[in-house]
Every structure is written in C-alpha cells, then in structure tokens.
C-alpha cells in the first residue's frame, strides 16, 4: 500500500534552518502535485508549497523568499527547504501527494502523510 513518511521535524531556534522530506513508498505508477500544508494550533489547515511534475512551484505568501520546495521524482520524494525561521511557522506539517497506484484503482488520489512538528523559538 502506499504511504507517505515526513521527516525532519523538530525545533529549532528562530532565523534557523529546517529541511523537510516526505517520501512516498509502495508501488506507484504516476505522481502530479507534491505539495506541503501545515496547520498551527487554533488554525485551519493551509497550503504552504506546491511542486508539480514538471517542476512549477507555488508558494505561500507567507514563506515566499524563505522556503523552497523541490522533488526527486527517481526517489519519489518531496522536500521542503525552510530558511529564516519564524515562530509563526511553528505548526504540525503534512505531505500530499496526488498519484494513481494499484490501490487507487488507476485513479489520481490525494495521499497524506502523518505529520511532522515543526517547532519555531523565539
């Protein structure tokens, strides 16, 4: 089945460095858009970057200088490159993936990760 692992979590202090990385595992014949959300305490669940196949990226106002997304299609994997860290990036972070695998039926579905913290001190 497949299944998508985030890891890189953690604290850090502010104006620090993070980098994310989601991997997707199981058989999997296709993937579109990668894409990392997070959701703070209090907050609705917001899309920070987005990365399609072909490589187009698309960020959140609020990380756009600071945060680069990127992928390694051989391996399945998306990245989230966080620089200048604020505490109002503290939040927990998800990975999505939109991909067709035999347990999708050959469909295109939305697959989550489990989360990972991400937490931010001033």
């Known amino acids: 089945q497949v299944q998508l692992v985030e890891s890189g979590g953690g604290l850090v202090q502010a104006g620090g460095s993070l980098r994310l990385s989601c991997a997707a595992s199981g058989v999997i014949f296709s993937i579109r858009n990668m894409d990392w959300y997070r959701q703070a305490p209090g907050k609705r669940r917001e899309l920070v970057a987005r990365?399609?196949?072909?490589?187009?990226?698309t960020y959140a106002d609020s990380v756009k200088g600071r945060f680069t997304i990127s992928r390694d299609n051989a391996k399945n994997t998306v990245y989230l490159q966080m620089n200048s860290l604020k505490p109002e990036d503290t939040a927990v972070y998800y990975c999505?993936?939109?991909?067709?695998?035999?347990?999708?039926?050959?469909?295109?579905?939305?697959?989550w990760g489990q989360g990972t913290q991400v937490t931010v001190s001033s």
């Open positions: 990365i399609s196949s072909g490589g187009s990226t």
């Open positions: 999505n993936a939109d991909l067709r695998s035999p347990y999708s039926d050959g469909s295109y579905r939305n697959y």
